[in-house]
């Protein structure tokens, strides 16, 4: 799953709870940046949040099992609860 941060904030929850619902391990790749916006000339990257924050998210729905990052994206391993 490498969208989770072009959807808007006050749906992520909802987002993560229709994946556990429906998977039983996820692979997440979560970009922790802005974009430029080129593209469409508006950002894509609506819910820009740091490493924490999608941790603390996760974790609602998920068991982590691994997760590597760097300055630009975290990778998460999980499994459902």
């Known amino acids: 799953c ?16 229709c994946i556990a619902d429906t998977c039983n391990q996820v692979y997440f790749r979560i970009y922790l940046n802005p974009d430029s916006g080129a593209f ?3 950002p894509l990257h609506l819910t820009v949040k740091p490493m924490d924050w999608w941790h603390k998210e996760l974790r609602r729905h998920f068991y982590i099992d ?5 300055r630009v994206s975290a990778t998460y391993f999980v499994r459902t609860k």
């Open 2 to 17: 490498d969208v989770m941060e072009h959807i808007p904030t006050e749906k992520v929850r909802d987002v993560l709870g």
């Open 40 to 42: 469409v000339k508006e």
């Open 66 to 70: 691994g997760m590597t990052h760097d």
